[in-house]
């Protein structure tokens, strides 16, 4: 059986982002959480994208990174779509210029820029997270925070679980049509679910007697293997993501010229450029999608 | 062979699964004596008890298998009707027989370090016997590799060594060469018995493959539909070649070979038939 790759996952390497502690990260990733949804202004939005596009620079991490934003920008494009025509956005709206039957508004393009760049940031701190620490690492730092060691183990048997679902399948999958199963697609898929969930139920029922073996849950004291260091420089890292969020927030929230919905205002040029843009950016990954399944 | 303590007591046993449709037991009165330091082999077809006899064990069964419990089992002076399967996890070390099902973890070393983080082993315990144990199942130098991206017999080997790592004081092993090649399987079966001879380990091993188990078992026991049909040294038990047959069993190539001699009338085995090769050699000169 070979291992399959699944597509978010730790990509090893040595950089300044990998030797940190995943918990200093993750307080970078609430912050910036917090922040994306704190303000729509496309600018400061914008700004925060970029940061993290240096961090996924310092974790060097391009390549697996822009595998995932491939299917993950495409999709959010129809936020612009959707958004230009119909803005969620307290009345009244202005109109820039008319398309057919719909009119694009100009609190429209700002909302649905703002929500764009909105995802990009969160997907983009959490990729630079994920991708940059061990899962095992993740887990036994939120072991140290405090998460229940259960609660850990289910996480990490899930995390399992997947790959190995998806392995499951394909063999399933390819059982059935030595079989002469014929039909892509959906025909094809619906008769392989059966065996693959039974197989798992038993799979669980085993692995829980075998873990109840090695003394799974057992009362006394527990150790760990997997040893997280934190250092100075991790504190250092915590410290500067709480600052830079917390004072970030604070200003978001304070200064209320930053709404810039009724003053950043939009050429009909631009604003033609960006729906169609957004549209046939959309319909290519559509076809690239189309295409690929249809040929498996 | 000195005998040592008896550790493992099944005293008239039986045990019906809930979840079997005709209510029939799995084993029936069992009566088993295992002794401290002991290597037993089960022998039996698919479904004569062998897993279920195991599953006592580390008491699984009763814990945590449904069905229908009877008479006395000790392991160790302990009743595992009282005492949990995670308590007992520190005297009895369990391989069972589909080795990818036992597999949790995102890393060799994690999967073997899980059973010592549960009782309780320090870090720096854990960092000398990891590689220890892994030596010892030849899988050194893998340490990072995913569990999942092993081959069966690597797996198979894995799950022993995590066993082996909870410094058991009885290791029971379910058919654990069943996805080895066969010189893997000879190498498994010489690790358990060098950690019998060494450490004294008492090793309940059930297998299919008589010949290895001639050589280095030094009880047989032979099972069919739930109950013990046959109980001595290899020697003793595969001498019965007459009922092995009856029971669509298979004895050493060696020992039917000097059975058919025998009947033939062609050989006198005054000392019993010869069960190994060697053995077979200088009988048959």
Known sequence: MQGIAVPISVVPGNSPIHRINPIPKMVWVLGILVISFITRNPVILG?????????????????????????????????????????????????????????????????GLSLLLRIMCMTTFAMVMIMTSHPSDIFASMQKVGLPYTMNFILTMTLQLIPILQSEFNTVLKAQKSRGLKGTGFAAILPSMVPVFVGAIERVQQLS??????????????????????GFKDALVLAAGALFSGAMTYWLLVDKTLDWSRTLTFSPAFALILFFGAGIGFLLFIAFALRLVLTA | MAKGKPVIEFKDVSFGYAAASDREFAIENINLTIYEGEYVALLGLNGAGKTTLQLCINGVIPNSIMGEFSGEFSVYGQDTEVTSVREMAKLVGMVFDNPEFQLSQMSVAEEIALGMENIGFSFEEMNRIIPEVLKIVGLSGLEERSPFALS????????????????????????????????????????????????????????????????????????????????????????ETALFERLGLRTPQVTELSAKLAKKGTRKFSKGYPVTLDEAVSSLR
């Open chain 1, 47 to 111: 700004g925060v994208f970029l940061l993290g596009l240096l961090f996924v620079t310092i974790a060097q991490i391009w390549p697996s990174y822009l595998r995932v934003v491939m299917v993950l920008f495409p999709i959010s494009l129809t936020l612009i779509l959707l958004q230009s025509i119909a803005p969620a956005f307290p009345q009244p709206w202005t109109p820039i210029v008319a398309v057919g039957p719909f009119t694009i508004w100009q609190e429209g393009i700002y909302s």
């Open chain 1, 209 to 230: 007697i075998s873990l109840e073996s090695r003394a799974f849950g057992s009362s006394g004291q527990k150790t760990s293997y997997r040893q997280v260091q934190f």
């Open chain 2, 152 to 239: 069966g017999g690597q797996q198979q080997r894995l799950s022993i060594a995590s066993a082996l790592a909870m410094r058991p004081k009885i290791l029971v092993m379910d058919e654990p060469t069943s996805n080895v090649d066969p010189i893997g399987k000879e190498e498994i079966f010489a690790v358990a018995a060098k950690l019998n001879k060494e450490e004294n380990m008492t090793i309940v091993m059930a297998e299919h493959e008589v010949e290895v188990m001639a050589a280095y078992a030094d009880r047989v026991i032979v099972m069919d539909e739930g109950k013990i049909v046959l109980n001595g040294t290899p020697k003793e038990v595969f001498s």
